[in-house]
């Protein structure tokens, strides 16, 4: 079969691509149909130029062609052993194809446009740029219907030039001529320039297009986590609730028994009680009875006689008045659960507030960035106050709460169970458990932390004192610098000092963050990690007479 084909191709006119039709062998040697190599070169009189449609060997005179007789017997033999024309395996060119600017008759569809010549090339007429030396150097590429625009309208010259001060292609005439000053390249190292920036710029938007799928992937991720622990915190939080309820309902259950069961025993009382008085009023009316009959009598022996019998009048066994209390049997037990109610109505509300705000503020990783500018951090400005009840007895506080100052004498603070014994540490009043933002204004050293509610306050351990322990996070403010510290692993950190210190807590972040605020601001030292209750801010002052301030920026 591939011999098959070889034939055809070797015995096919390179010009109408059927068998040859009466051979004819021009002077370079390939060979023609006579027809198609004379129609070829009438075409080409006016310019009188003749060469050879393969491999373009030009001839000063157009050559007299003769029937090739051997050729044409050669072809004849072969097409009785079954060889037939190929052009069926060829796809001719329709409106919408480039066609091959040398086939005649019914063109066939180009493979390759010649840059160089300006020409477009079916597969047959594209065979001499594979095999003759000087088209191998020609620049071959898609097959285009625009080479023309590839001409110069002025000059008639292929633009093989690129002028960068009009940004447009030129010929090299139009280069000494009309851009004759301008800044004038090559076509082809124009081409290769912009090129390599194409590249480096599809090199970006391809790694843009990986972070950007990684984010999408890291989105999804997010959406399945927040999926997953709505519909658990649902499930847990239903049945919380539900216990809630059932305690309630028990509750309830047990003061109503209680109430019956008191019910049952006083109605026993006030009945027993009852009966024994009707009783007593059924003998004291036979009584009178009796008095009143022998009142009645007018025999003076028999009143006599009977006097004795009835004039005695038994003591009664009870007193000879009940006191009935006000009807306020059980409304004291309703004004208890009533005020327990109202108890647990504040504790709800309260509660609820704090959940409340809490769902609100989940944003994981679609929050917004962190902040950039002094301006922007403002933003999250959250109000601030120290907390009289962990103030360690030596700290003076003052400005509303705001300011914490140590002092020789001892303060006549209360006794309370989260003051701070030892350590002169205070905490704030306030819960930290979103997005916000303050600053403290300094004099001496200090520390400036995060804490969480539940650190030690009783001692002078570890535990008690922020930076190191794994419940609170500070960063150690003097002149000589500052060092970061958690869980008493601490870390020196450069930076310009400064006497204020900008902290920005993002809680569902997880972000922690401490800046040098001046002019400027200047990030210090920033973590990253996972917040599991809400936080405090804290302060902690090493000397007498040294300050830190909770200040409130303008």
């Not at 008493?488 to 900008?502: E, L």
């Amino acid at each position: 079969m591939e011999q098959n084909q070889l034939d055809q191709e070797t015995f096919s006119c390179s010009i109408c691509l059927d068998l040859l039709k009466d051979p004819a062998t021009i002077p370079c040697g390939h060979s023609y149909c006579i027809r198609c190599i004379k129609r070829h070169w009438d075409e080409k009189d006016q310019k009188g130029n003749y060469s050879c449609p393969q491999c373009r060997e030009i001839f000063r005179q157009r050559p007299i062609l003769k029937r090739n007789t051997m050729l044409a017997a050669l072809v004849e033999q072969l097409k009785k052993t079954g060889l037939q024309a190929a052009p069926a395996d060829h796809c001719f060119a329709r409106p919408e194809d480039v066609a091959c600017d040398f086939c005649t008759g019914r063109k066939l569809k180009a493979i390759k446009s010649c840059f160089v010549c300006l020409a477009s090339y079916c597969e047959k007429h594209l065979q001499p740029y594979y095999h003759v030396a000087p088209l191998k150097k020609h620049k071959l590429g898609k097959p285009s219907k625009n080479l023309q625009k590839n001409i110069c309208s002025d000059h008639d010259e292929v633009m093989k030039m690129f002028c960068r001060t009009d940004q447009k292609c030129i010929c090299y005439l139009c280069s000494v001529e009309q851009h004759k000053n301008h800044d004038t390249v090559s076509a082809a190292a124009e081409m290769t320039e912009r090129q390599r920036e194409l590249e480096e710029r599809q090199g970006k938007i391809h790694q843009r297009i990986q972070d950007r799928e990684k984010d999408v992937k890291l989105l999804q991720q997010e959406v399945e986590a927040i999926n997953h622990s709505a519909d658990k915190t649902v499930e847990d939080n239903k049945k919380i609730f539900t216990e809630l309820i059932r305690l309630i309902q028990k509750r309830s259950s047990d003061v109503k028994q209680q109430i019956r069961s008191q019910q049952e025993t006083e109605v026993s009382r006030v009945k027993e009680l009852q009966e024994k008085l009707e009783q007593e009023i059924t003998e004291l009316k036979k009584k009178e009875a009796e008095l009143k009959q022998l009142l009645n009598t007018e025999d003076h022996n028999q009143f006599l006689h009977s006097y004795p019998s009835l004039s005695a009048l038994s003591e009664s066994t009870h007193s000879s008045s009940i006191n009935i209390r006000p009807l306020r049997h059980f409304e004291d037990v309703t004004a208890a659960v009533s005020e327990r109610r109202d108890k647990l109505q504040d504790i709800m509300r309260d509660t609820w507030t704090n959940i409340s705000l809490t769902i609100t503020d989940v944003d994981a990783l679609l929050s917004d960035p962190e902040p950039k500018s002094r301006a922007g951090f403002l933003k999250y400005l959250c109000e601030i106050t120290l907390d009289p009840n962990t103030a360690n007895t030596r700290l003076l506080l003052s400005k509303g709460n705001r300011k914490v100052t140590v002092m020789q004498q001892h303060q006549s603070y209360s006794s309370h169970p989260e003051r701070f014994t030892d350590w002169w540490q205070v905490l704030s009043r306030e819960s930290l458990n979103r997005r916000c933002y303050w600053e403290m204004k300094r004099k001496g050293r200090v520390r400036v932390a995060i804490v969480y509610k539940n650190i030690s306050g009783a001692g002078n351990g570890n535990e008690c004192k922020f930076g190191r322990n794994e419940k609170s996070w500070a960063l150690d403010v003097s002149q000589d610098g500052y060092r970061f510290g958690h869980n008493n692993i601490w870390t020196s950190i450069s930076g310009p000092v400064s006497s204020r210190i900008g902290v920005y807590l993002d809680h569902s972040a997880g972000i922690l963050s401490f800046y040098s605020v001046s002019e400027s601001m200047t990030l210090l030292h920033r973590v990253q990690t996972t917040f599991t209750q809400p936080l405090h801010a804290g302060l902690w002052v090493n000397r007498t007479g040294n300050s830190a301030e909770i200040c409130k920026p303008k």
